[in-house]
């Protein structure tokens, strides 16, 4: 009776671990991530990731990526892949400083100001501290 509960039980912890309910992901997504692409021009930013993950959906920001929850994080490609040299003159550029040409201004800033939470950063040094 043991030796066929000790199988029963080891396939079902196969079929949960095929079926991906007992996943462990070796690469998950950073708690914390610096954004440096652009430091020449500012200091980099230390970006909680954790926190903002628990705000929104994965493709608010990493818009260009669908179904990302869960995904290994080698899989998901940085905002730089795409903002730091675009193909389209009209795909807004990480080296720009300004709040109406930087993706991260555009995006970050009106989502904080949208929340309406006084702790979230929306001038330069709340992001960029020296």
């Given at each position: 009776m043991?030796?066929?509960?000790?199988?029963?039980?080891?396939?079902?912890?196969?079929?949960?671990?095929?079926?991906?309910?007992?996943?462990?992901?070796?690469?998950?997504?950073?708690?914390?991530?610096?954004?440096d692409?652009?430091?020449?021009?500012?200091?980099?930013?230390?970006?909680?990731?954790?926190?903002?993950?628990?705000?929104?959906?994965?493709?608010?920001?990493?818009?260009?990526?669908?179904?990302?929850a869960?995904?290994?994080?080698?899989?998901?490609?940085?905002?730089?892949?795409?903002?730091?040299?675009?193909?389209?003159?009209?795909?807004?550029?990480?080296?720009?400083?300004?709040?109406?040409?930087?993706?991260y201004?555009?995006?970050?800033?009106?989502?904080?100001?949208?929340?309406?939470?006084?702790?979230?950063?929306?001038?330069?040094?709340?992001?960029?501290k020296?």
């Amino acid at each position: 009776m043991k030796k066929l509960a000790t199988v029963l039980l080891s396939v079902l912890v196969i079929m949960l671990f095929a079926t991906g309910a007992l996943a462990v992901k070796a690469n998950a997504a950073p708690a914390k991530i610096t954004v440096d692409a652009a430091a020449k021009k500012q200091p980099a930013v230390t970006f909680d990731h954790a926190a903002h993950g628990k705000l929104t959906k994965c493709e608010t920001c990493h818009h260009t990526q669908k179904g990302l929850a869960g995904t290994s994080a080698d899989e998901v490609k940085k905002c730089s892949s795409c903002h730091l040299t675009p193909e389209k003159a009209e795909t807004p550029k990480i080296s720009e400083m300004s709040m109406t040409k930087n993706p991260y201004h555009i995006s970050c800033i009106k989502c904080h100001k949208d929340s309406k939470n006084a702790k979230a950063p929306t001038k330069c040094v709340d992001c960029h501290k020296k």
